[in-house]
């Protein structure tokens, strides 16, 4: 069974950053595309950007410029960095394993980011 789980979250004034990590267990890393969802009260989950096995990133508009999404294949870790965080930002944030031909979708079990003066 593949295990996601985030760290890094916490509470920043605007303007700052932080830096989510999630590890994967269970499965071979190299052979899954990786996202990061976030999810806003009383919303479905969006996905904030998404990484490719060819470590290829994708960024919603809304962080295009602030956010980077890398990974480390060989210690199983997916990275989310962001900077010149916004109020807006403040939202529990996701790791994610999308579903694929060999593989069903795994979630992580969130993390909270804060955005407040």
């Known amino acids: 069974q593949v295990q996601l789980v985030e760290s890094g979250g916490g509470s920043v004034q605007p303007g700052g950053s932080l830096r989510l990590s999630c590890g994967v267990s269970g499965g071979t890393f190299e052979n899954y595309a990786m996202g990061w969802y976030r999810q806003f009260p009383e919303k479905e989950r969006e996905l904030v950007a998404s990484?490719?096995?060819?470590?290829?990133?994708y960024y919603t508009d809304s962080v295009k410029g602030r956010f980077s999404i890398s990974r480390d294949n060989a210690k199983n870790m997916v990275y989310l960095q962001m900077n010149s965080l916004k109020p807006e930002d403040t939202a529990i944030y996701y790791c994610?394993?999308?579903?694929?031909?060999?593989?069903?979708?795994?979630w992580g079990q969130g993390t909270q980011v804060t955005v407040s003066s």
């Open positions: 994610h394993v999308p579903r694929s031909t060999w593989s069903p979708e795994f």
């Open positions: 990484i490719s096995m060819s470590a290829y990133p």
